[in-house]
């Protein structure tokens, strides 16, 4: 028996009429008269008698009625397991971002979702890797560069101001830095990325041709980190380097781009409740001041 058909063989014993019976699924009465034939002729016997008080079930219809309400019992205890996952959701979520994502932002945000939903397991992995979404490598990702997948679901979530930043312990040793000067005599912690998208180095906004590259890093924790240690001059976001410690080098210029970041999703596992659960927790951590 096809659940659609059961459904309408069920109202029908319900109601007087196929009209109450069509009113209460929500159909037409053709249709309920038409799915009523099929199921009547799949099974090879007459379900009902036309009575002019409604339809009345025959013998194979008392027998076809037992087995109808076991589907419906069936079907209606499924309903309910599943919502109740939706109320409750557990399971493994993948995530992947960079490492200062991962540190500042992911970790907090994954100890608060413990506290709300605790039978989600978040399972973190730190990699600049494009990881597959479409093969299900990784459930949610944060990315700096927006993918150009149209089959994903991608949505901006940050857009920071990035700054130059120096340790007072390194601007004790060489000086504040003089725009004009294309940083002449300084030293520089440069993303190695960067060097590869374009024809020369610009930090803030302001060329760099006359400075001398320190360290280059695939890391942008590891930037912050070079740059607090006194090895050079380096770019990050404003709120990075404010809460690493370190001072700014002209507050009032910034990189033209911004540093965004990007979540995306597969659009079948964004309907998924403990992926759907887990996005909208770390989502949130990205609303930094």
């Given at each position: 028996?096809?659940?659609?058909?059961?459904?309408?063989?069920?109202?029908?014993?319900?109601?007087?009429?196929?009209?109450?019976?069509?009113?209460?699924?929500?159909?037409?009465?053709?249709?309920?008269?038409?799915?009523?034939?099929?199921?009547?002729?799949?099974?090879?016997?007459?379900?009902?008698?036309?009575?002019?008080?409604?339809?009345?079930?025959?013998?194979?219809?008392?027998?076809?009625?037992?087995?109808?309400?076991?589907?419906?019992?069936?079907?209606?205890?499924?309903?309910?397991?599943?919502?109740?996952?939706?109320?409750?959701?557990?399971?493994?979520v993948r995530v992947t971002s960079t490492d200062s994502i991962a540190i500042d932002l992911l970790l907090p945000a994954?100890?608060?979702?413990?506290?709300?939903?605790?039978?989600?397991?978040?399972?973190?992995?730190?990699?600049?890797?494009?990881?597959?979404?479409?093969?299900?490598?990784?459930?949610?990702?944060?990315?700096?560069?927006?993918?150009?997948?149209?089959?994903?679901?991608?949505?901006?979530?940050?857009?920071?101001?990035?700054?130059?930043?120096?340790?007072?312990?390194?601007?004790?040793?060489?000086?504040?830095?003089?725009?004009?000067?294309?940083?002449?005599?300084?030293?520089?912690?440069?993303?190695?990325?960067?060097?590869?998208?374009?024809?020369?180095?610009?930090?803030?906004?302001?060329?760099?041709?006359?400075?001398?590259?320190?360290?280059?890093?695939?890391?942008?924790?590891?930037?912050?980190?070079?740059?607090?240690?006194?090895?050079?001059?380096?770019?990050?976001?404003?709120?990075?380097?404010?809460?690493?410690?370190?001072v700014r080098i002209w507050p009032q210029r910034r990189r033209p781009n911004d540093y965004e970041v990007w979540q995306?999703?597969?659009?079948?596992?964004?309907?998924?409740?403990?992926?759907?659960?887990?996005?909208?927790?770390?989502?949130?951590?990205?609303?930094?001041?």
């Open positions: 028996m096809n659940w659609d058909d059961t459904r309408i063989f069920l109202a029908l014993t319900r109601t007087p009429s196929l009209r109450a019976a069509a009113r209460s699924l929500g159909v037409d009465q053709a249709t309920v008269g038409r799915r009523l034939n099929a199921l009547e002729s799949e099974l090879g016997a007459k379900l009902f008698l036309r009575a002019k008080d409604g339809y009345l079930l025959t013998a194979a219809g008392e027998t076809a009625l037992a087995a109808a309400r076991r589907m419906e019992s069936a079907a209606l205890e499924l309903r309910t397991k599943i919502e109740g996952q939706d109320e409750h959701p557990g399971g493994l994954v100890e608060q979702l413990q506290q709300q939903w605790p039978n989600i397991r978040v399972d973190l992995e730190v990699s600049t890797q494009l990881l597959s979404l479409s093969r299900r490598q990784v459930d949610i990702a944060f990315r700096n560069v927006r993918p150009d997948a149209p089959d994903l679901v991608v949505r901006r979530v940050a857009a920071w101001p990035v700054g130059l930043f120096a340790s007072e312990a390194y601007l004790a040793r060489f000086g504040e830095p003089v725009p004009e000067d294309e940083l002449r005599g300084h030293h520089l912690v440069v993303y190695a990325p960067y060097l590869e998208q374009g024809p020369f180095l610009t930090m803030a906004g302001v060329p760099a041709r006359q400075a001398r590259i320190a360290m280059t890093v695939r890391s942008s924790l590891l930037v912050r980190k070079a740059v607090a240690a006194g090895i050079g001059l380096g770019e990050m976001p404003v709120w990075m380097g404010e809460r690493e410690g370190l995306v999703m597969h659009p079948d596992l964004q309907r998924t409740a403990r992926v759907r659960a887990a996005a909208q927790f770390l989502s949130a951590a990205f609303e930094v001041e």
